[in-house]
């Protein structure tokens, strides 16, 4: 990672918490704040252990901790609690936390090497970086620039949309109330004094690539992964079958999807894919509205749209076996704690299932281990006879939806066997099987992987091989569509790191405009500017609003709303 000065700490305050130990919980984004601020590198795995960049959390040594509670105001997503504080659905992490130890058991974490020393260099003028997108990733890499010592850096933040935060807005699941809690880090970045925050501008739309290039020395996209990946399989555009991007989008409240309206009439919904996005959607499908009003930022119509909700299954299909079921144990575990939802697994496709071994114990078999053990204990369990059920699938490739005005069912066939079909009956089918990003106009994009083509942040031209000059990406625009949102950290010190040695490599010329032609260019094609006064004028009314009908927040999801809220008092 490149040398960084560290930015306050977001909008929260540290206790006194007596002795006690620490717990790690399902909302962890690893990001590892937790670590840096750990005085006796007790978190892991930590950014230089082996499996940090695959693990599915981090745990905290409970012999190691010396209960300081340093690491708790840190975390960006609220998951770290005292064990005398645990809520009780989190309880399985005491253990959680401290098998991973006795797992990983002589395992040496090598030591983080210390920070090499400043090295700024002469410049006539700040380094100006355009990062389009505001989401986890576009903060990440602001973040590292806003923070470096290499550099006098200007950013500007640019988002299509008048809210910031991207996928923790419109992505995360509602009820993920701590990991939303990011958001609070992310304001604390956009307030840092080189950051300018520019909302309501598209680019392709209100602005071109070139003009972001004749205002900045460099551009990133961190414009993430929008549009799901489709089967390519017949039906699967019939009413009634969606893709992730379009559902989590709609109940999520993101303006340019509030008009889905998905049937919700059928007492069966299928979800293809057995990711977390996939647990996302099905346990929101499944959650009492009543616990939804009270515990989630969920858009309003769409608690109501659940309200008439027939739904009382909700099937997950995996075309792999369990083995490869791609959700992380956490979010399985959630469910199979939920006394209002029998988690259903037949033991008859568990069978490829195998114990690891004692000589495979490495911190990346930790999770594998958790997650077959978690299976069986599902499969195990005998049903309560709880309304809600969800049923885990496995080895079922999708054939097609049936259904000639809207969806009715799916066929699906035993994986490797397509003569052993099957059909489900349902009202709703969704796809949780990935996302694609989008290209932007005058920037050479790689339709194949659906991403930017790159090495290491710094695009290429995927039919040349070339780098293109001044153009660079991170987050799920650079590597795809995986990780957490702390996966973006990493992501955006190697961009950053790119970045800026082509800055002192000679490699991006001084731009003719600045911050302030910037934004006259912006007012002379009639953009509405939503700035950060504006958005935090937003917040701050939807949360009130929010607070007076017992709920979190209430989300206004009306573009033209949103954007008269914000400009009441805006300083531009
Ligand atoms: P994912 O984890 O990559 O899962 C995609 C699923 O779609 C897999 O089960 C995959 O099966 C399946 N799939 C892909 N193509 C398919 C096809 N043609 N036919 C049938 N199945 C197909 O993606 P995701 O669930 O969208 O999540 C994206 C990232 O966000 C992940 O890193 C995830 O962990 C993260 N996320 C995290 C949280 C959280 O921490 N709470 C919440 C949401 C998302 P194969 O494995 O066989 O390819």
Redesign the pocket.
């Known amino acids: 990672m490149p040398e960084r000065e560290a930015l306050p700490p977001p909008d929260s305050e540290a206790k006194d918490f007596g002795s006690v130990t620490f717990i790690i919980t399902q ?1 962890c ?1 690893n990001d590892a704040s937790c670590v840096a601020v750990c005085p006796v590198d007790c978190i892991h795995p930590a950014p230089d252990d082996p499996d940090f960049a695959t693990a599915e959390m981090l745990y905290i040594n409970p012999d190691e901790c010396i209960d300081c509670g340093a690491c708790v105001p840190a975390c960006p997503v609220s998951a770290i609690h005292a064990d005398s504080e645990l809520p009780g659905h989190l309880s399985d992490y005491v253990q959680i936390n401290a098998d991973y130890f006795t797992w990983v058991g002589d395992i040496p974490f090598p030591a983080v090497p210390p920070p090499a020393g400043p090295k700024v260099q002469d410049q006539a003028a700040p380094l100006r970086v355009a990062v389009v997108g505001s989401g986890p990733s576009g903060w990440f890499v602001t973040e590292e620039l806003a923070a470096t010592r290499r550099a006098d850096v200007e950013i500007t933040v640019i988002d299509r949309l008048a809210t910031p935060h991207g996928l923790v807005r419109h ?3 509602p009820d ?1 109330l701590g ?1 939303k809690d990011a958001s609070l880090m992310f304001d604390t970045i956009a307030r840092h004094k080189s950051t300018t925050l520019r909302l309501n501008v598209d680019v392709g739309r209100d602005v071109t690539h070139d003009d972001l290039l004749d205002h900045h020395h460099a551009v990133v996209y961190a414009t993430g992964a929008p549009v799901g ?1 489709t ?1 390519g399989i017949p039906g699967e555009d019939v009413p009634g079958s969606y893709s ?1 991007a379009e559902f989590v989008t709609w109940y999520n409240g993101e303006p340019d999807h509030v008009d889905l309206a998905p049937a919700l009439d059928h007492e069966r919904a299928v979800i ?9 959607m099905a346990r929101l499908l499944l959650l009492t509205p009543d616990h939804l009003h009270a515990s989630s930022d969920m858009a309003p119509y769409a608690i109501e749209g659940l309200r008439e909700s027939a739904i009382q299954e909700v099937v997950l ?4 076996g369990p083995e ?5 144990t ?2 399985l575990l959630a469910l199979v704690n939920n006394p209002d939802i029998d988690v259903i697994v037949d033991p008859a496709e568990l069978t490829s299932l195998a114990e690891i071994a004692d000589g495979e114990r490495t911190a990346g078999t930790y999770a594998a281990s958790q997650k077959v053990a978690l299976l069986k204990r599902a499969a195990a369990m005998a049903p309560t006879g709880a309304i809600k059920r969800l049923v885990l699938r496995f080895g079922l ?2 054939q097609e939806v049936v259904g000639e005005e809207r969806a009715t069912g799916i066929v699906l066939a035993r994986t490797g066997d397509p003569a052993d079909l099957e059909t489900i009956e349902a009202g709703l089918v969704l796809r ?4 694609r990003s989008t290209a932007v106009e005058g920037v050479p994009f790689d339709e194949k992987s659906g991403r930017f083509a790159n090495d290491g942040g710094r695009v290429i031209d995927p039919a040349s091989g070339e780098l293109v000059a001044r153009v660079y990406t991170t987050g799920w625009a650079k590597r795809g ?4 949102i702390g996966t973006n950290r990493t992501c955006a010190a190697e961009t950053v790191t790119a970045l800026i040695d082509d800055y002192y490599e000679g490699l991006l010329p001084e731009p003719g405009g600045d911050k302030k032609s910037f934004d006259s260019l912006l007012t002379e094609r009639g953009v509405v500017i939503v700035d950060l006064a504006a958005w935090k004028r937003l917040d701050s009314h939807e949360k009130a609003e929010g607070k007076a009908v017992g709920r979190p927040r209430l989300k206004i999801t009306d573009r033209e709303e949103q954007i008269r809220i914000g400009a009441e008092r805006s300083v531009v």
Not at 272 to 280: E, F, R, T, Y
Not at 324 to 328: G, I, R, S, V, W
Not at 481 to 484: H, I, L, N, R
């Open positions: 909302s984004c992505g995360v699941a993920h990991t990946r089967l992730s293809i894919g057995n990711g977390n996005v996939a647990l996302d299909v995996g075309r792999r490869h079921a791609a959700f992380t956490p979010e490739t999708p949780a099987t990935g996302y569509p995986s990780g957490v």
